[in-house]
Protein backbone atom coordinates (compact mmCIF):
# COMPACT_ATOMS: atom_id res chain seq x y z
CA UNK A 1 0.00 0.00 0.00
CA UNK A 2 1.58 3.30 -1.09
CA UNK A 3 -0.72 6.58 0.13
CA UNK A 4 0.18 10.03 -1.06
CA UNK A 5 -0.81 13.06 1.49
CA UNK A 6 -1.13 16.53 -0.21
CA UNK A 7 -3.42 19.61 0.42
CA UNK A 8 -1.47 21.26 2.83
CA UNK A 9 -0.42 25.13 2.81
CA UNK A 10 -0.36 28.28 4.92
CA UNK A 11 -4.39 29.51 5.89
CA UNK A 12 -5.19 32.15 8.80
CA UNK A 13 -6.68 31.12 11.73
CA UNK A 14 -10.69 30.18 11.17
CA UNK A 15 -9.81 29.49 7.46
CA UNK A 16 -10.05 25.99 6.23
CA UNK A 17 -8.07 23.06 4.45
CA UNK A 18 -8.89 19.45 2.77
CA UNK A 19 -6.21 17.09 3.10
CA UNK A 20 -5.67 14.52 0.60
CA UNK A 21 -4.76 10.94 0.85
CA UNK A 22 -4.27 9.31 -2.30
CA UNK A 23 -3.97 5.18 -2.16
CA UNK A 24 -2.81 2.80 -4.62
CA UNK A 25 -2.35 -1.23 -3.76
CA UNK A 26 -5.63 -0.99 -1.36
CA UNK A 27 -9.17 0.29 -2.06
CA UNK A 28 -10.29 2.83 0.18
CA UNK A 29 -13.88 1.46 -0.75
CA UNK A 30 -12.90 -1.61 1.08
CA UNK A 31 -14.00 -2.05 5.18
CA UNK A 32 -10.94 -4.35 5.87
CA UNK A 33 -8.62 -1.49 6.71
CA UNK A 34 -7.94 1.23 9.49
CA UNK A 35 -7.52 5.39 8.17
CA UNK A 36 -5.84 7.89 9.93
CA UNK A 37 -4.40 10.91 9.77
CA UNK A 38 -1.60 12.24 12.19
CA UNK A 39 0.52 15.22 12.84
CA UNK A 40 3.90 16.43 14.10
CA UNK A 41 5.79 19.09 15.32
CA UNK A 42 9.22 19.37 16.03
CA UNK A 43 10.51 17.74 18.90
CA UNK A 44 7.28 16.23 20.10
CA UNK A 45 5.84 12.51 19.63
CA UNK A 46 3.54 12.20 16.42
CA UNK A 47 -0.30 12.74 17.50
CA UNK A 48 -3.37 11.03 16.35
CA UNK A 49 -6.22 13.11 14.62
CA UNK A 50 -8.48 11.50 13.56
CA UNK A 51 -9.28 7.70 12.28
CA UNK A 52 -11.86 5.61 10.47
CA UNK A 53 -12.43 2.40 9.82
CA UNK A 54 -15.81 2.07 7.13
CA UNK A 55 -18.07 -0.78 7.59
CA UNK A 56 -21.61 -0.82 5.31
CA UNK A 57 -22.85 2.42 4.46
CA UNK A 58 -20.71 3.79 7.88
CA UNK A 59 -17.60 4.01 10.04
CA UNK A 60 -16.27 3.63 13.15
CA UNK A 61 -14.62 7.52 14.14
CA UNK A 62 -12.10 8.35 16.57
CA UNK A 63 -11.14 12.02 16.51
CA UNK A 64 -8.66 14.22 19.06
CA UNK A 65 -10.68 16.60 21.74
CA UNK A 66 -8.88 19.89 20.23
CA UNK A 67 -10.46 19.00 16.64
CA UNK A 68 -13.92 17.53 17.38
CA UNK A 69 -16.67 19.70 15.68
CA UNK A 70 -14.33 20.92 13.42
CA UNK A 71 -12.33 18.03 11.47
CA UNK A 72 -14.04 15.51 9.40
CA UNK A 73 -12.92 12.06 7.82
CA UNK A 74 -14.40 11.42 4.33
CA UNK A 75 -13.61 9.48 0.96
CA UNK A 76 -13.87 9.31 -3.01
CA UNK A 77 -14.01 5.88 -3.79
CA UNK A 78 -13.56 6.96 -7.26
CA UNK A 79 -10.34 8.66 -6.84
CA UNK A 80 -9.32 6.31 -4.39
CA UNK A 81 -9.02 9.11 -1.97
CA UNK A 82 -9.29 9.50 1.95
CA UNK A 83 -9.93 13.25 2.92
CA UNK A 84 -9.81 15.47 5.51
CA UNK A 85 -11.16 18.53 5.90
CA UNK A 86 -10.29 20.82 8.35
CA UNK A 87 -12.28 23.92 9.65
CA UNK A 88 -12.05 26.82 11.65
CA UNK A 89 -8.55 26.31 12.10
CA UNK A 90 -6.34 27.54 14.64
CA UNK A 91 -2.95 28.15 15.27
CA UNK A 92 -2.25 25.48 17.20
CA UNK A 93 -2.96 22.84 14.36
CA UNK A 94 0.09 23.95 12.43
CA UNK A 95 1.79 20.65 12.08
CA UNK A 96 3.69 18.16 9.33
CA UNK A 97 0.42 16.02 8.79
CA UNK A 98 0.87 12.52 7.63
CA UNK A 99 -2.08 9.98 6.56
CA UNK A 100 -1.57 6.73 7.61
CA UNK A 101 -3.31 3.14 7.33
CA UNK A 102 -3.10 -0.31 8.00
CA UNK A 103 -5.07 -3.65 7.94
CA UNK A 104 -5.67 -5.29 11.78
CA UNK A 105 -8.95 -4.00 13.13
CA UNK A 106 -7.83 -0.98 15.68
CA UNK A 107 -9.71 0.11 18.87
CA UNK A 108 -9.40 2.56 21.71
CA UNK A 109 -8.49 -0.12 24.40
CA UNK A 110 -5.76 -1.66 20.99
CA UNK A 111 -4.33 1.57 20.67
CA UNK A 112 -5.24 3.40 17.45
CA UNK A 113 -3.65 6.14 18.61
CA UNK A 114 -0.29 4.75 18.66
CA UNK A 115 1.64 6.12 15.15
CA UNK A 116 3.62 2.38 15.81
CA UNK A 117 0.26 0.61 15.15
CA UNK A 118 -0.05 1.78 11.29
CA UNK A 119 2.63 0.23 8.98
CA UNK A 120 1.71 2.69 5.88
CA UNK A 121 2.38 6.29 5.89
CA UNK A 122 2.00 8.78 3.32
CA UNK A 123 4.87 11.72 3.34
CA UNK A 124 3.96 14.74 5.17
CA UNK A 125 1.93 17.92 4.47
CA UNK A 126 2.72 21.04 6.00
CA UNK A 127 -0.52 22.80 7.67
CA UNK A 128 0.98 26.54 8.78
CA UNK A 129 -1.76 28.71 10.25
CA UNK A 130 -1.51 31.64 11.33
CA UNK A 131 -2.80 33.89 14.02
Known amino acids: VQLQASGGGLVQAGGFLRLSCAASGHTVSSSNMNWAWFRQVPGKERELVAF??????????YYTDSVKGRFTLSRDNAKNSVFLQMNRLKPEDTAVHYCAADTPPLTILSGLYHARRYSYWGQGTQVTVSS
Open 52 to 61: IRWSGGGGRT
